[in-house]
Each structure stands twice: as structure tokens, then as C-alpha cells.
């Protein structure tokens, strides 16, 4: 008995006045997660593309990957740095993998397990939205953050940010940096500062106990010590103390790639973020006060914290973000503007794309009316001359 | 007639709730609501001078030239809140230091105009005083209901009292500092008013 035939079997079940009919979004959940949905319209004309939102998430799962790879390996790398030990290739990424993979667990069993309550008590189907959310959130945390809080922070941002607005594709805010929002202001200690960003404990007989140990972000030094870190290639490749997906560049590069070949990304949102970026660092540099932050160099502006992960994964998120075309180009230059311009004037916060992106989300809808208002009026001028 | 004042108390307690469904007075809700302790006070004030304003409105009702009415309703409101704030800092001055400007701030709160000029100005003092205790509890439930969450899991005390097992911190618990933070007071309040629109379908709107 093939898999179709077996779920055409059970299939009973789960319909109205079957004994498992509380299951029954699980069941169809699973069943478009392995076949083509195969219900057909049944008036007018539709067009269907074979494209449709499972399969564009994942390709985001899939250009995801590489920095999720690249972050489980940076997470065991540092580990051995600092505890002076030198190993092998695969003991330090089996290390990360270890460190990193219940976070991702927790991540998926608690959002999904909301997505399917919520799903089966409004009698909806499953949305395959917290696909890709879920896949986020553990890359933008650091690896030490303890799993309760994550717990809290994804239920949290499910529930508020995104079920209440209506589910998948009615969010207004990016569900996975409300997540990291409510860590960090309800949980500072524990996603800022020197102590959170480099695991101090063995796992599973991989790794040593590390007492008192401290590592600062490149970032983090620069707020709190007047000098510029030195710039070098460990920043591009990635090798340096940070959240777990976010380090390295040209992972994130990798997956820029794919999402621009198969146009799930605007490539005019992604370019107006780095422009946007550069354009502040660079009017810091010359007229900015005289901080570190002001007088890091553009290219390093961009290399550290977070500011390609948001650009590449976050900013040019179909939901939350602008979608006439000159819009695009306004929410993402303002993003890389507002991202620079809090890292250089707020002190408290070493890291401002996290906020740029959510403060730029709000605006959004904005941005789009203005545009669309514009258009209006240009065509009923034309009409009235 | 008893009947019209039974409604007057008990309306505004539940289903005609000023916080949950005339969304008034969310400011001080948010503002004092970090601990219990401060959140019972400002609840209990407002009922007073609610209260008090209604039947001192009321009594003047007839007499009141229509179009100076608003500065005497404030005048009226602004004497009581001075007394409030007097008392306060005379009997209980550490949760007066910490309601800070709040407790002057009262004379703005829209459920005392709300009020006085939708009720007091046309119902006899024994209405309006029922009226003035129904609404002012109303809006100290609220604070109360929200307070309570938010000093559990912000502080981990109520009345100031550690609740929270000392046991749990050194298991690696942490307090929840953005529960102390206005926003979440905010996200408090729209839970609640999720609960109170679920229970009472026909104020959902469409």
C-alpha cells in the first residue's frame, strides 16, 4: 500500500463525526505538506500557479540554509576558541549542531502547535507561514539563550503579532523579530552584553566547561570602548562572536542569491537596505559625532551585527513590506538609514536593524498609500487637462 | 425607577465597562498599573472623585448656563482632585510619591467628563452618585486585573511581597522586564478586551 492510498484510507477519520476529527487540520496539514492539494474550483476562472506559498517557503527554508549551517559551525568554532582547544572539523560543527538544534525544536513545536490549535478551532486550514518564521528565529538569538524564554517570546509573537491579526499574510509586524524584540526587552540580560554570545558548557561530552568566560560583538565593543574594531576577513567570512545566523556574509550572500534568481525577494527592497546603509555611515563618518559608532567605516557598518541577515531575510519579507514598486525603494533605504542612525545615536541599543525593520513595518502601509494616492493624482490630472 | 439606578451601579461594571468598551481613561491605566499597590489607590480615587463630581454636577444641573458648562465641570473636578491628592500625600505619601503627577493628572481622565456630561447633567444626585461608584469600579478592575499580571511576572512580588520562590531565580527564572514597560500594559488591555468581546458577542464589530 503506497503513501496516497493510505492517507485516502484514513482519511475518514478525521471528517465531520470521525473519532479523530479534532486531528482533522493535522491531517490536511500533512497531506498538502506531501501532495499537490488536488481540490479544483468550482466557478469562474482561476489561474493557478505551480508557485504557490508552500513551495516559496520553502526556497526561503532552503536560503536559509547556508548561514544556518554556517552558524551551527561559528557556534562550535568559538566555543573551541575560547576554550583553547583545537579539534577537528567535525567535532565543532557537531558541537554547534548540538547547541543550536534545541532551539529550533523549541521554536517549531511551540509555533506550530499555536498555528494548529488556532487552525483547527477557527476550522481553517493549516498555514504554512511559521514554516519559514520558525527556521528564523533560532538563527537570530544567540545560541545561549535558555529554551523557556524562547518558549514564551514564540508564543508570544504568534499569538499577539501575528493569530490575532488574522494568521499568515495579514501580519503587519515580521513575526520572528517580534520574537527576538520581546527577548530583548523583557529578557535583556540574556540576549546582550559579553556573556551571552559564546556557549561556556560542554554538551554531550563535546566541548569544556568554560568559567567566566567573556565575549563581546565587534559591535558591542564599539559602543562600549571608543575604539573602532579593526576591520578583517573573519568579519566577511563570519568567524566572530555573534547571534547564530547572522555572522556570516557570505553564507547570507548564498542565500541572497537564490532568493533573487527565483524573484522571491525585490531586489529593489535589498539594494535601497545596503544603500540606505551605506548613505548614513557614510554622512556619520563626516559629520557625526566623534563615537566609535560614527566612525566605523561603511563596509563595516554592513559586515557586523545584523544588518545583512535583516537586509537579505527580513526587510524583503512579502508580508510586511512595502509592495508598490517606488515604494520598495523608500521602506528599504529608510531601513538602512534608521538601522545605522540607532546604532550611532542610541548607545542602549549597539544593534538597530531589529528596530529599523519593525519601526519600517508599521510604515509600510504608509508608504504604499502615499505611492498609490500619487498615481491617482497624476492620472486624474491627465484626464482633467 | 430603582430598577433605572440597579442598571446605573452595575452597567458600567461589566458590560458597559468605560475601560473595555468606551476604551476611556487608557492613559492612567497604562501609566500607574506596573504595581498593585498604586493601581488600588488610583482605582479607588477615581471612584471617589467620579462619585463625588456626579452628585455635586447633578445637584447643580438646573442651574448651570449651558454654555459654560464644560469650565464648571472642570472646576468642580479640579477642587476634588486637589483634595484627593491633599489626602494622599497627608495619610499615604510613598504611594502618592509614586502615582507622581497621575493623581493630578485625573482632572483629564475622559471617564470623569464622560460622565458628568452624559449623565450627571441630566439624572437626580442619587443616580448620578451610583453611577459615578458603578463607573469608577469599572475602571478599577481593570487596573486591578492588569496590575496583578503585570507585578507577578515584572517584579515577582504583589503588594511588594516576593511571590515568586527564591528557588526559581537561582534556577535560572527571570523576571519579565517587559512587563514593567507601558507597552505591554497596552497588549495587557487588549487581552482583556479580547475576553470582553468574546463574552459579549453583540459588541463585536464588523
Redesign the interface.
Known sequence: MNLRNWLDSIRPNFDEGGKLHAFRSVYEGFESFLYVPNATSKCGTNIHDAFDSKRMMIMVVIALCPAMLFGMYNVGYQHYIAANLEVSFWPVFGYGFLAVLPRIIVSYLVGLAIEFTVAQWKHEEIQEGYLVSGFIIPMIVPATC?L??LA?AVAFSVI?AKE?FGGTGMNFLNVALITRA?IF??????ITGETVWVVDHAICGLGANIDGLTAATALGTASTTAAVPAFSMNMVWGFIPGSVGETSVIAIALGALLLLYTGIASWKTMLSVFAGGILMALVFNTWGPDNAMAQMPWYEHICLGGFCFGAVFMATDPVTSARTEAGKWIYGLLIGVMAITIRVMNPGYPEGMMLAILLMNCFAPLIDWCVVQRNVNKRAKRINK | MANKNNEALKQPMWVNNPVLVQILGICSALAVTAQLKPAIVMGLSVTIIVAMANVIISLLRKTIPNRIRIIIQLVVVAALVTIVSEILKAFAYDVSVQLSVYVGLIITNCILMGRLEAFAMQNGPWASFLDGIGNGLGYAAILIVVAFVRELFGSGTLFGFQVVPQSWYEA?Y?N????I?P?MAL?LVGCVI?FHRAKNKDLQEN
Request: no cysteine.
Open positions: 535558555p523557556w524564554i514564551i499577539i490575532i520581546f526587552f523583557a529578557y535583556p540580560s540574556v | 535560572g527571570l519579565n522586564g517587559l512587563m514597560m507597552p497588549v479580547w
